[in-house]
């Protein structure tokens, strides 16, 4: 067994046996839903839905039904999908980063972490499958042997470079997730009583027994995928930031990108992680295992994730007037002061003011202010990407094509479907799979649970 | 022909469950499986379990993608059609290679991650529908079990180890009749 120093603060509070994890976990699963549950998945899939409607709107009469227009033509379709991406990057670092570091903290918030990366993913999907114009072509993305010549996709064009990398991203996100699942499946295969619910996660379970042969495996095999993952959720954010960096277009042609954008990603991640743990932790009575030292680690987190993004942002200023490009400090100049400052100023003070407040052990222990803080940053972030795309494409070299933009019903319809769609999968997720690694947890009870922690300082004196 | 007893040794804590392997293993003894809840650390060599080549499987499955994603886009980029985007005609793969560097990655990790997954799946026999490998559900939840299979005197000894090291329950779950190999 591995031991602990008493310094580190338990991460199990209470008293705790193998037996009692599995019945916490399995507690929604074969409980009831409560009110609340029905309410919230109501509102979200009534969002669903109406983003459902604009959806086939726009694939009826084309994206001439969104706000863009010929100067602004990526709009908020790249915003949101880079939105939407950027918020899956938390679960592949909490799950792949933290296991290379050893963290155990992130046990009990890897699995539900996950499952919102590959939610996220499949929202930041529809925009990317939209914004062609014409998604019924979409497969021309693929290099597939073709009738037109052979026309063969561009591989020097980091918009090539996205599909590769976000198709990689999603099934490996998967993959990932669904081996960790298996031993949780077959807990719960074990422990129903109904026969549907039975036969539904004996199939899930792939027959899992628990063999030492098949954790020797398991372990390694969530080693490598761990190492694998980890460029690899790195790649993705900096390859979508080349879909910008790589242009020529005066604020987006900058080498800071890739890690500004890698930073941002995981900054509003772990604000998406906190606004759903925060939700999660209450409803379904899981207060022992997300502790209130697991919302802390995670404001450390965006402590130093989100003062990266604002030295970044002050970084963009001091080297578009550095630079001496005209069009370049004219572009950060229109943006912090022209016709769209106010987004401009939104992004500075939720991304960069606010997470500073998580200097303080009080605010960044007290899960009210971390609730809203983290909606708040995640607006932030939404506007990060709306500054970026929007002012610059508003005012680019020809003042004969400056433009402005306004969404349209359906641009705002989209958005909010994926946001009902989001909470919708993530609902049905959380009454029906284990929301907590619990065979990974039942591996730290005794290392950090607070009673043997206990046990074992008293012994020792 | 032999026949041999199968004897579940069932206990509530991995900490006895390992001091139990260790002393069979050290009376001769042969620990058929053993199963756990979760990740037993440091178990491994104590049921005499070689380390897993399953890593080796991968860095062979990210080599082959690495691979086929430079012939691909070779043959695509280079070979079938080579373009000519301002002035910078794609003659050589060699002058193109920054431009493939992110795709030759993705396509490692693809492979690698994929092939390693299914080959992790299959080789522990993990498929849709297939029968719950524990053979006491208690296993996955908070129990754990060493399985033996063994002739009738190593039974007896097996009972005493598994019985003084503080096994909670020893069930014997009937004899396997192993044919001789010719």
């Known amino acids: ?461 | 022909m032999a026949t041999k007893q199968i004897i579940h040794g069932i206990f509530g804590d991995e900490v006895p469950l390992s001091e139990a392997c260790k002393k069979l293993r050290a009376s001769g003894i042969r620990i058929a499986d053993v199963f756990t809840p979760f990740p037993v650390h440091g178990i491994d060599p104590i049921v005499g379990l070689p380390r897993t080549r399953i890593a080796i499987c991968a860095f062979i499955y990210g080599i082959t993608g690495l691979a086929l994603a430079t012939l691909m886009m070779w043959y695509m980029m280079i070979h079938d059609w080579p373009n000519d985007i301002g002035g910078k005609p794609n003659w050589s793969y060699y002058f193109n290679i920054p431009a493939f560097i992110p795709i030759s990655f993705e396509a490692t990790v693809f492979c690698a991650a994929h092939g390693m997954s299914l080959t992790y799946l299959l080789r522990c026999m993990l498929v849709p529908g297939a029968h719950p490998k524990n053979p006491d559900p208690r296993t996955t939840d908070d129990k754990f079990m060493i399985y033996l299979e063994l002739n009738d005197e190593q039974s007896k000894k097996a009972d005493e180890i598994l019985r003084s090291t503080g096994a909670e329950e020893v069930n014997y779950k009937g004899t396997i009749t192993i044919e001789p190999k010719y």
């Not at chain 1, 996709?153 to 470079?161: A, E, M, Q």
């Not at chain 1, 996100?173 to 669904?178: H, L, Q």
């Not at chain 1, 095999?221 to 020529?248: E, K, M, N, Q, Y």
């Not at chain 1, 942002?313 to 001496?324: D, H, I, K, R």
């Open chain 1, 1 to 461: 067994m591995h031991a602990e120093s008493n310094i580190r603060e338990p991460l199990i509070l209470g008293h705790k046996t193998y037996r009692n994890i599995s019945d916490d976990i399995i507690a929604p699963i074969e409980g009831k839903a409560n009110r609340t549950w029905y309410i919230l998945f109501t509102i979200s899939a009534l969002a669903f839905m109406w983003g459902i409607g604009c959806l086939s709107y726009t694939i009826g009469v084309g994206i001439g039904a969104w706000g863009s227009n010929n100067g602004v033509d990526w709009a908020w379709d790249i915003t949101n999908f880079v939105w939407w991406i950027g918020i899956g990057h938390a679960g592949t670092l909490i799950s792949a980063v933290l296991l290379l570091f050893r963290q155990k903290w992130r046990m009990a918030i890897n699995r539900s972490a996950e499952a919102m990366t590959i939610f996220a993913v499949l929202c930041a999907a529809i925009f990317v499958t939209l914004h062609t114009g014409r998604p019924w072509l979409d497969y021309m993305l693929f290099p597939l042997p073709n009738q037109f010549g052979s026309l063969w996709p561009n591989f020097n064009s980091p918009l090539l470079w996205d599909v590769f990398a976000v198709s990689t991203y999603a099934t490996v996100s998967i993959v990932f997730w669904y081996i960790g699942l298996i031993p949780d499946f077959a807990m719960i295969r074990d422990r129903v009583i109904k026969p549907k619910m039975k036969k539904a996660y004996s199939l899930l379970s792939f027959g899992w027994g628990g063999s030492v042969r098949h954790w020797s495996r398991f372990e390694e095999v969530s080693l490598v995928l761990a190492g694998l993952s980890t460029p690899l959720v790195f790649s993705v954010h900096s390859i979508v930031s080349f879909d910008f960096a790589t242009s020529v277009v005066p604020g987006w042609h900058t080498t800071i990108f890739p890690p500004y954008f890698v930073s941002g990603a995981v900054f509003s991640g772990f604000a998406m992680v906190l606004t759903l743990m925060l939700i999660v932790r209450k409803v379904y009575k899981l207060e022992a295992y997300l502790t209130v030292k697991h919302v802390e680690y995670m404001n450390i987190v965006i402590i130093v994730t989100g003062s990266i993004v604002g030295v970044a942002y002050l970084t963009e200023l001091f080297m578009a007037w550095y630079s001496g490009v005209e069009w370049e400090q004219y572009a950060f100049l229109n943006r912090a002061t022209g016709p769209m400052a106010w987004a401009y100023w939104i992004m500075m003070s939720c991304n960069v003011l606010s997470p500073q407040f998580f200097w303080f052990k009080k605010l960044r222990t007290s899960l009210a202010f971390t609730f809203v803080l983290s909606i708040v940053i995640n607006i932030g972030m939404w506007f990060e990407r709306f500054v970026i795309i929007v002012p610059t494409l508003c005012r680019t070299y020809l003042p004969s094509t400056w433009n402005t933009y306004s969404p349209s019903f359906i641009d705002v319809g989209i958005f909010v479907g994926t946001i009902g769609m989001f909470f919708t999968l993530f609902l049905l997720y959380s009454r029906t799979f284990p929301v907590i690694a619990q065979a990974e947890l039942k591996s730290i009870l005794k290392a950090s649970g607070e009673e043997h922690k206990k046990a074992a300082e008293q012994a020792h004196h």
